[in-house]
């Protein structure tokens, strides 16, 4: 039988080891906000830095070929 996700607003248990939660914990304590909403906000901002970058990536491949064509490279750069 496979494992489905849990629903919204259950709890996700996640375990770390000693030296990763105090890091943790380190954190969360210089941010002001309790470890886990510190742990839920990071894996959010994981998940907007890869769409953010994915968007990025995506924007730069339809530029590059013009940017190319504009700044073309000089035979006197070093490689």
Same mark, same amino acid.
Do not use: C, I
């Given at each position: 039988?496979?494992? %489905?996700? /849990?629903? /919204?607003? %259950?709890?996700?248990?996640?375990r770390? #080891?000693?030296?990763?939660?105090?890091?943790?914990?380190?954190?969360?304590?210089?941010?002001?906000?309790?470890?886990?909403?510190?742990?839920?906000?990071?894996?959010?901002?994981?998940?907007?830095?890869? %769409?953010?970058?994915?968007?990025? #990536?995506? $924007?730069?491949?339809?530029?590059?070929?013009?940017? #190319?064509?504009?700044?073309?490279?000089?035979?006197?750069? $070093?490689?």
């Open positions: 039988m496979a494992e %489905t996700d /849990p629903q /919204p607003d %259950t709890p996700v248990e996640v770390f #080891d000693p030296a990763e939660y105090a890091a943790l914990k380190a954190a969360a304590e210089a941010a002001g906000v309790p470890v886990a909403d510190y742990v839920h906000d990071a894996s959010l901002r994981e998940q907007q830095h890869r %769409t953010f970058n994915a968007a990025a #990536d995506a $924007a730069w491949g339809a530029l590059r070929e013009e940017f #190319d064509a504009k700044f073309p490279p000089s035979s006197s750069r $070093a490689a």
